[in-house]
């Protein structure tokens, strides 16, 4: 098989016969197939296997009843199954035209690239198939925010929001990636040193149904820049210092009330105990959770250590705030920074760790992991 197209799909089921249709024009001649991975909860998987029993190629689907890592997992589900290691992955909407795939692999002969990149910015490239001008604002923006934030991986990429590229499956490292939202290039480009080409390509308007984009979409594609450019540390970090501020906050209100700032103190801890913990639930340690224990251990833990050590850091407060008449605010600010590096060791190791004594028992196991987690992704 000379190339293997993956297409991820979610409920696009009034595509997928135009889209297979020119396909087949497009690919007439080369020995390739197209590998549908689908999430969809309506009809799509049934409307597939319809059109692939009259299809000029070979049509595979893989239908995943538990989707996991979103777009992202579904594409390298896709990659991981494709008959061929040199494999094109594109949108199922016709937003990418199927025509440009033989430009991609023309590119790929030339340039001797790993990678090479459909972009709406090169030269020649458009973004007209944006729905309004917010989105086209949306999307340069992310795009020039993201390049900042990677300026070395991403210097020779224009367009790293893109969906539509072929990839060498033989120079991506499988086991870096965790896919966990839609920009799944993103999350290629960021973890390795790749070599990039681009070929200009026009972003058309969907054949049918509704985009996926999202306010939601936009929250996970922040989270997702947040793991690749900040690792888990930083995000825990991230959440820690909004934690910190929310604490403050609550205390100088409190005191404002006429509260003891020592039960100030107290309280404000308690709260943002609370808050964290459903943060770094969500956000920090999501995908630790299934090998640890359960939830209510996990917070029980949390819980109680947060509390030790607010035990320890509320005198400390006092302290500073009696002896060397440091500011209360200050003083519980110095004492949160301190406490930040124990919390997120304690939270790798204790709360998040394994629940199968096997795996949790070689100590520089552990310490190695958590440490591969705090450094991730590194540009150095």
């Known amino acids: 098989m000379e190339l293997s197209v993956i297409v991820p799909t979610f409920n696009e089921a009034p ?17 390739a197939e197209v590998v549908f991975v689908d ?56 937003q990418h035209p199927p025509e440009k795939i033989r430009e991609l692999v023309s590119e790929h002969e030339r340039s001797g690239a790993d990678v090479v990149v459909a972009s709406r910015y090169a030269g020649g ?26 300026p070395i991986r991403l210097h020779g990429c224009s367009d790293p929001m893109t969906g539509f590229f072929l990839v060498d499956r ?13 920009k799944i290039l993103l999350e290629i480009l960021a973890r390795q040193n790749l070599r990039v080409s681009e070929i200009p390509f026009d972003f058309a308007d969907r054949h049918a149904g509704e985009s996926k984009a999202s306010l939601r979409q936009g929250f996970r594609f ?22 910190a501020v929310a604490n403050l906050l609550i205390m100088a209100a409190l005191i404002a009330f006429g509260l003891d700032y020592v039960w100030a103190a107290v309280i404000a801890a308690e709260a943002t105990i609370i808050g964290n ?21 996990r917070f029980a833990k949390s819980f ?10 509320i005198p400390v407060i ?44 070689a100590a520089r196991r552990v310490v190695e992991a958590v440490d591969s987690e705090v450094v991730k992704p590194g540009e150095l």
């Open 318 to 361: 006092y302290l500073l705030v009696e002896t060397w008449h440091v500011s209360s605010i200050l003083a519980a600010a110095l004492t949160l920074i301190v406490a930040f590096i124990v919390r997120f060791v304690f939270h790798s190791l204790v709360v998040y760790a394994p629940r199968n004594p096997a795996a949790s028992s």
């Open 39 to 94: 999430d969809s909860t309506d009809d799509t998987p049934a409307v597939v296997m319809a059109v692939a029993a009259e299809a000029p190629l070979p049509i595979r689907l893989i239908h995943r009843e538990r989707p996991t890592g979103g777009l992202g997992g579904a594409v390298m589900a896709g990659v991981d199954a494709a008959a061929s290691d040199l494999c094109v992955v594109m949108d199922g909407d016709l």
């Open 170 to 182: 033989r120079v991506v490292d499988g086991e870096a990636l965790r896919p966990r939202g839609f």
């Open 277 to 297: 913990f459903l943060l770094i639930e969500r956000f920090v340690f999501r995908d630790m959770r299934d090998a640890a224990s359960g939830v209510w251990v």
């Open 125 to 150: 490239g458009t973004s007209g198939g944006l729905s309004s001008r917010l989105r086209v604002l949306v999307s340069s923006a992310s795009t020039a925010v993201t390049k900042a934030m990677f």
């Open 304 to 313: 109680s250590f947060n509390n030790a050590e607010a035990l320890v850091r």
């Open 222 to 243: 922040l989270t997702q820049l947040g793991y690749l450019r900040f690792g888990k540390m930083s995000l825990f970090a991230i959440i820690g210092g909004l934690g």
């Open 15 to 31: 595509n997928v016969a135009e889209l297979v249709r020119r396909l087949g024009d497009a690919l007439r001649g080369l020995e």
